[in-house]
């Protein structure tokens, strides 16, 4: 993490920018260990109880969530986690999002069920500082970044899940200024929950006289209970939670479905201007697509540590190459389930920097002081969060399969906790909106809008890495700058035939959405693979550091690129030459 934060995102530029001078190396570090303890003593023991448990919804339409959760969740809010980066004025910390993305990841390797409610939080609270009023931003965000109270997001409806054009939920003016919503949200995540005493919900709605479609949505915060003059709590809102949903995973994780104004209407608050919420929406979705991509790097750190103490404890079969005498050793010895552990490594090193990349210009394009450098910085992180949201979320699907692969038999066990990772990781390809939705806005308003102008950068830069990594007489980092120039031409030959399909024949384009954003993925990887094997490099060759790490780190660059970049090719013949026959069934023949 430190070398990823330090040599590949730069935090010493980042802890330079205006607003961040407390990220200093120092507390940087402390932070780093404090949360690391958090993950390790409180967290990630109530992983698989939790996973067992699971949340119950009570008679009452209350939730209990399993044994230990409230308790920790109470220690988290105290010890200030919730408010990382969050705007002092509020009561935050003000810290840099590269500084909070590690952190996020250790809750997610931990229990990434407890951390959906303080990731919802995050996004409610961004919608509020974007859009809020002056009153709606003082009675609630000190609460919400202090963890006091929580938040959550309602978009979803039973008819309208990716496509929130479909939103039915009214809001009805009242006289005094506020609103009274009813209509029913599916899937809400710690919906209800007894965490804390009140739970803000930033809900999408219509009023009656609003145009149809995206342009009629509005944002509303609705609370639990309805907060009077001095802060206190006063009525129950009309919400209550009718049902929790039965999941494949993050059992700990409460998923409600919300009735709203089943007696008279839901007082909710408009959030800045009517028929404007889904812009709003959108903007604050940015951060929470971008940690929904850190949970798949989170799961898949995990799932790789867990598979690599199996395989060093699980003994079985005498290793090819082996003399029978040798006598039965270790799987790890085995050239297979190296094969397994190097690619679940080299993917989440490549994940983790794409990712930690990414948060440092998300920094960048809020925090540097020139109008230009910040929007260059916005349009890079523009581009990035659909691919660190769609491909980390994929690949962690493959990690996960990997790590139960690597347990054999005793994976498909749930007492090994490899399972539990397959489970959890299987959500985050769905919400926050699902890879194909991801996929389209990478081709749509990320590639084609500008032109390819973006990407065309990108490709420019990762040529850059290619002619510095190929730049020496070592063997390794020569074949590194190869692979990385073939996988920049895969990226350069699909971007130009997008570019003439994009209009010309849409569905086509569209058929080869995902494989295209799956190249970026694994483009982007490579890169920033290429460049951690040369900075280790420079480091070796200087007497600098841990030898032993950065020795390993050019090992995990090398096989990421012998054996996971060439990915790139067949992703690019799959966007260039496949959408004909993706399309050529009638729906019928299906
Ligand atoms: C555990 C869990 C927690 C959730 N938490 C929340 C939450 O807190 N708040 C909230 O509002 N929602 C939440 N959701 C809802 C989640 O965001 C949606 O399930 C998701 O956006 C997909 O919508 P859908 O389920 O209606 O699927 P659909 O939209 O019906 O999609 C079905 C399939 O069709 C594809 N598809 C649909 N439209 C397109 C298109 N235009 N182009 C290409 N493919 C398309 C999808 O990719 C998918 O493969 C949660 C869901 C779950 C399961």
């Known amino acids: 993490m430190t070398f990823v934060m330090n040599e590949l ?3 010493s530029q980042v802890s330079r920018l205006p607003g961040f001078e407390d990220a200093t190396p120092d507390t940087v570090a402390a932070i780093l260990e404090e949360a690391s303890k958090f993950a390790t003593d409180v967290l990630d023991p109530l992983n698989q109880s939790g996973d067992r448990e699971g949340a ?7 939730v209990r969530t399993p044994a230990g959760f409230k308790d920790a969740y109470l220690q988290f809010t105290a010890n200030g986690w919730n408010g990382l ?8 910390q003000g810290l840099p999002q590269l500084v909070s993305t590690p952190v996020e990841e250790m809750w997610h390797s931990s229990n990434m069920a407890f ?10 609270i961004e919608a509020i ?6 009153v709606l931003k003082k009675t609630f965000l000190p609460k919400m970044v202090s963890g006091e109270w929580t938040g959550t997001m309602n978009l979803t409806e039973p008819q309208a899940g990716s496509d929130l054009a479909a939103v039915r939920t009214r809001a009805v003016p009242q006289p005094d200024g506020t609103y009274r919503l009813h209509g029913q949200k599916i899937f809400i995540t710690y919906g209800e929950h007894d965490y804390t005493d009140n739970i803000v919900h930033l809900v999408l709605a219509r009023l009656p006289d609003a145009p149809p479609g995206v342009k009629g949505i509005s944002l509303f915060v609705v609370p639990k209970f309805v907060v009077r003059d001095d802060g206190s709590l006063g009525d129950r809102n009309d919400v209550k939670c009718v049902s929790i949903e039965h999941k494949l995973g993050i059992h700990a994780s409460p998923t409600a479905v919300l009735a709203y104004g089943d007696h008279g209407g839901a007082i909710g608050y408009v959030v800045g201007e009517i028929n404007h919420g889904l812009e709003y929406m959108f903007v604050m979705m940015n951060l929470a697509r971008f940690s929904v991509g850190m949970e798949g790097v989170g799961i898949s750190e995990r799932a790789y540590q867990r598979a690599v103490a199996f395989a060093r404890e699980r003994v079985q079969g005498v290793p090819v190459g082996r003399a029978p005498t040798d006598g039965t050793t270790a799987i790890i010895e085995h050239p297979d389930v190296r094969r397994m552990l190097m690619t679940m490594r080299s993917l989440t090193e490549a994940m983790r920097a794409v990712a930690y990349v990414t948060a440092a210009a998300l920094d960048n394009a809020k925090h540097q002081p020139e109008a230009e450098a910040r929007a260059q910085h916005q349009s890079f992180a523009e581009f990035m969060v659909p691919i660190v949201k769609g491909w980390c979320t994929e690949t962690a699907q493959r990690v996960a399969n990997l790590g139960v692969q690597v347990h054999g038999g005793m994976g498909f066990i749930e007492e090994t906790g490899a399972a539990q990772h397959v489970r959890d990781a299987r959500i985050i390809t769905i919400y926050e909106g699902t890879t194909a939705i991801q996929a389209n806005d990478l081709i749509g308003r990320k590639t084609a809008r500008d032109g ?3 990407a065309k950068q990108l490709i420019a830069a990762i040529e850059a890495t290619a002619d510095d990594v190929s730049a020496t007489t070592d063997a390794d980092l020569i074949a590194i700058g190869s692979a990385l120039r073939t996988g920049a031409a895969s990226l350069t030959k699909s971007l130009h035939w997008l570019l003439e399909s994009y209009s010309a024949s849409a569905r086509e384009a569209f058929a080869g959405s995902v ?3 799956q190249m970026w993925g694994t483009v982007c990887g490579g890169w920033q693979m290429g460049r951690a094997a040369l900075f280790a490099s420079r480091k070796l060759a200087a007497n600098e550091g841990d030898a032993n790490f950065l020795r390993a780190k050019l090992v995990t660059a090398r096989y990421y690129t012998d054996a996971l970049l060439p990915e790139a090719q067949a992703l690019a013949a799959k966007v260039t030459g496949a959408g004909r026959s993706v399309l050529a069934l009638s729906a019928a023949q299906f």
């Open 452 to 454: 390819g102008a973006v």
């Open 85 to 92: 980066t969050k705007n002092p004025q509020y009561g935050g």
């Open 515 to 517: 494989p295209y954003l």
């Open 115 to 124: 951390d959906l409610c303080p990731l919802l939080t995050q996004g409610a």
């Open 9 to 11: 995102a730069g935090l």
């Open 56 to 62: 119950v919804r009570l008679p009452d339409g209350s």
């Open 129 to 134: 500082e974007l859009a809020g009023s002056d």
